[in-house]
């Protein structure tokens, strides 16, 4: 008999804990949908890219690109912070998410000058 019961009681928490877990893995970061917006991208900008490129793109430090002055496109933006370039830019795919470097692809625009 109390066997019987354990087993139920087993089966059902088999049950709920594979019914309940998977929505909770997939909601693990509610803002992995949702387009990162200017100022959480400054906040990336600030903490990955500001060291060279200065807050203002303009800083230059290391030999790095002044972004004010940039005409790159969104596709090589999102390259060379991908993958780096050969004029000492380093590659960041294994630091950033795809969310942030989308972010700061369209970040990095707000800092021309036109
Ligand atoms: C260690 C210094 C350094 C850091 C940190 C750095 N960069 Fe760079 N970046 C460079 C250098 C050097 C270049 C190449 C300069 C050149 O092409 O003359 C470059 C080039 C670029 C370019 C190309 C601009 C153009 O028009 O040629 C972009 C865009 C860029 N960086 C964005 C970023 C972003 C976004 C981050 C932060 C994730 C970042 N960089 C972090 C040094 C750095």
């Not at 830019?89 to 700061?104: D, F, N, Q």
Request: hydrophobic share 35%.
């Amino acid at each position: 008999m109390v066997l019987r019961y354990f087993t139920v009681f087993a089966g059902l928490f088999l049950i709920t804990s594979c019914g309940g877990e998977a929505p909770v893995v997939e909601n693990e970061d509610p803002k992995v949908e949702e387009p990162m917006g200017t100022e959480e991208a400054r906040t990336v900008y600030t903490l990955n890219c500001a060291s060279c490129h200065g807050q203002d793109g303009k800083l230059k430090a290391s030999n790095a690109a002044d972004l004010s002055k940039s005409e790159m496109d969104d596709a090589h933006i999102k390259q060379t912070i991908l993958n780096g370039n050969d004029k000492g830019m380093m590659p960041y795919k294994e630091m950033l998410s795809a969310r942030e470097v989308e972010g700061l692809v369209k970040f990095v625009k707000t800092l021309r000058e036109e």
